[in-house]
């Protein structure tokens, strides 16, 4: 989650700005479906919609786990916590596959 | 998304009450996972709370479904458009199964 | 899952026979992760053809529910169970999307 | 992926064995699902059938990933790899959440 990187943005590596700015964003679109719900919107719309807030939510954790594999978990490995950082590692990606 | 019903929920059905709480509980959510990541929180920490919305979106998605296939489908059905009923349901489906 | 149809494949549509066959490929695609795994082949390799079996699966599971709500539902609703038919739909929608 | 081990299994960390007999139960598990088909069983316990096969195939997925974590992420970051190898593992997640 570094700020003020000069270094491209490579896959999922995403900098704490841009993952507020996603997050903020995802609130939005959740108030809207809120509004959609209240003004009874035809359901598949609404569905639409949070099939996107899923994707939105899906790129802002791959974006987290991004920056913790490359710095936390190297960080951990340096001080010898490899194996307890791997555990913790599995236990979010299978949370996020829904295999919690 | 009726509401005022008599009859006892059973498996995903919610009342628009019932999808309005979840879902001003969701924004609330996201509003915590802002926080969470203004204040350098742990990245791992971060990641349940986001696994958890996600567990919540799908709830609501689940409960606008059941609602559209118990009166909307059924609707579709007796107007005669059964079958163009079912395109837009799998697409949905499909879309919230990641393969839209 | 209706056989020998004229009529253009549309969605998620599939006839018995493209299950089938799109079964027989899965088969063999597990087949083939046991052999790699077997190979000591890189981790990543692996998991990136575990992703295509699943989106196999997905694919197959899609066209299932696809006949199954043109058909199934569409007979089960005029024969007075609409609402018994939605129940079982969604608990297997529930399940296809991990929150069974 | 390591065999013999004596250290007890933690979280998803699984054997070469243990991959195996679970790759072999899936095989098994397709062919069932290709056998229902034939006979025409009911969509609903064939779709039952294949959100169990997804299921044990993302414990396969998770076991492989935990031993790629803990050895040949661990291994490259020693080798100066770290980032690439952060760079192939985001992208076997985000493949595996259906993010590819």
Do not use: F, N, W
């Amino acid at each position: 989650m570094a700020t003020g990187q000069t270094t491209p943005t490579r896959g999922y590596t995403a900098t704490k700005d841009q993952l507020q700015t996603r997050l903020r964003r995802i609130e939005g679109q959740v108030r809207g479906v809120e509004r959609m719900v209240e003004d009874d919107r035809y359901c598949i719309d609404v569905l639409t919609q949070i099939s996107a807030i899923r994707a939105a939510l899906d790129k802002v954790a791959l974006g987290l786990l991004d920056g913790h594999v490359r710095h936390c978990v190297q960080e951990g490995a340096e001080a010898g916590k490899a194996d307890e950082m791997a555990t913790e590692l599995m236990a979010a990606v299978g949370r996020l596959m829904g295999r919690g």
